[in-house]
């Protein structure tokens, strides 16, 4: 079974920045399409970004475009960057995998089998 563990949030001010990372227990890269989603307290998961299985194609959230990037290692690792923050940012972020064969990385939460614990990202306004 396919672990994910991320790490890197924590507590930053309004305009600054952070890098998560989410490390999985298997290779990942050409293997799995990834993504980042985020839920705060009191409202739903919500899509952030994805990338395909060999890093080529990537998505993002309106709420985050240009302000966010996404990437992957050549085994295990997915980063997620987090710049110029700000209070609509803070939520608990998570890792997902979808081992499915698609042409273009979900932006459902449903369609990925694999989930971290989560990272929590504060932004102090």
């Known amino acids: 079974q396919l672990q994910l563990v991320e790490s890197g949030g924590g507590l930053v001010q309004a305009g600054g920045s952070l890098e998560l990372s989410c490390v999985a227990s298997v290779r990942t890269f050409t293997i799995y399409d990834m993504a980042w989603f985020r839920q705060a307290p009191g409202k739903e998961r919500e899509f952030v970004a994805s990338i395909s299985r060999t890093g080529d194609g990537t998505s993002f959230a309106n709420s985050v475009k240009g302000r966010i990037g996404i990437s992957r290692d050549y085994e295990k690792t997915l980063y997620l960057d987090l710049n110029n923050l700000n209070a609509e940012d803070t939520a608990t972020y998570y890792c997902?995998?979808?081992?499915?064969?698609?042409?273009?990385?979900?932006?459902?939460?449903?369609?990925?089998?694999?989930w971290g614990q989560g990272t929590q990202v504060t932004v102090s306004s």
């Open positions: 997902a995998a979808d081992d499915r064969a698609v042409v273009t990385p979900s932006r459902a939460a449903a369609d990925y089998n694999y």
